[in-house]
């Protein structure tokens, strides 16, 4: 089974500092990685997504990632935060030719000016 | 174009009703999906549907929970004889039939 491990569950950071939100996953198989983000009362949104090839993936809002197969990590980075990229973030693995994700328990980011 | 949409956003029931969540996927995806999302908790998968049929439910937790999607497009999330513990919020997601699943804004269900 896999299973997805989001090392913080709360990250503070100032303004326009930098941010790294870790992700470690587990499994037997070759998967896929995504993060979504979750602003409040709203659904998830597609952040990145590793599929192959390069492993640093670059998505919106100017939040990138890289997969890293030897650590089974897949952490998100931004060099700069925004007061607007408050939210909570999900990590998700899905095995490669099946359809489920399999999330990690988020991490709720919270930008203070 | 449009997204995911859910009904109803809102849901109280008491416990022991019945309960029916709408799903309308983005027009055209093939696949459609259901997760759970209790409170501080990541999304848990429940159903899966590749066109009509549910292609892997291995997600619902019990006999309770049933979905349809009996035109291929919409879909209907059942619960019957609720319990306080459903209380959650439901995602659908839906997809062209790739990788990536577009969800939908949630049905929030509380059971009195």
């Known amino acids: 089974a896999q299973s997805v491990t989001q090392l913080d569950s709360q990250v503070p950071v100032f303004e326009e500092a930098p941010v790294e939100l870790r992700c470690n996953y587990s499994?037997?198989?070759?998967?896929?990685l995504f993060w979504y983000v979750q602003y409040p009362n709203q659904g998830l949104q597609l952040l990145l997504k590793?599929?192959?090839?390069?492993?640093l993936v670059k998505g919106i809002n100017g939040f990138e990632a890289e997969f890293n197969k030897s650590q089974t990590s897949f952490h998100l980075r931004k060099p700069s935060v925004h007061i607007s990229d408050t939210a909570e973030y999900f990590c998700?693995?899905?095995?490669?030719?099946?359809?489920?994700?399999?999330f990690g328990q988020g991490t709720r980011l919270t930008i203070n000016p | 174009g449009a997204g995911v949409s859910q009904t109803p956003s809102n849901k109280v029931t008491e416990k022991g009703k019945y309960v029916e969540l709408r799903c309308d996927p983005i027009?055209?995806?093939?696949?459609l999906y259901w997760y759970r999302q209790s409170l501080g908790q990541g999304p848990e998968f429940l159903i899966y549907?590749?066109?009509?049929?549910?292609?892997?439910d291995s997600g619902l937790p019990n006999d309770r929970f049933f979905a349809v999607r009996p035109e291929g497009s919409v879909s209907t999330l059942k619960i019957q004889r609720t319990e306080r513990g459903d209380s959650a919020v439901y995602l659908c997601?839906?997809?062209?039939?790739?990788?990536?699943?577009?969800f939908g804004p949630g049905t929030r269900l509380l059971v009195l």
């Open positions: 549907f590749q066109g009509t049929g549910a292609a892997d």
């Open positions: 590793y599929l192959s090839g390069s492993t």
């Open positions: 998700a693995v899905q095995i490669q030719g099946a359809q489920k994700l399999v």
């Open positions: 997601a839906s997809s062209p039939g790739g990788e990536t699943q577009y």
């Open positions: 499994s037997s198989v070759s998967v896929y």
């Open positions: 027009s055209g995806h093939t696949a």
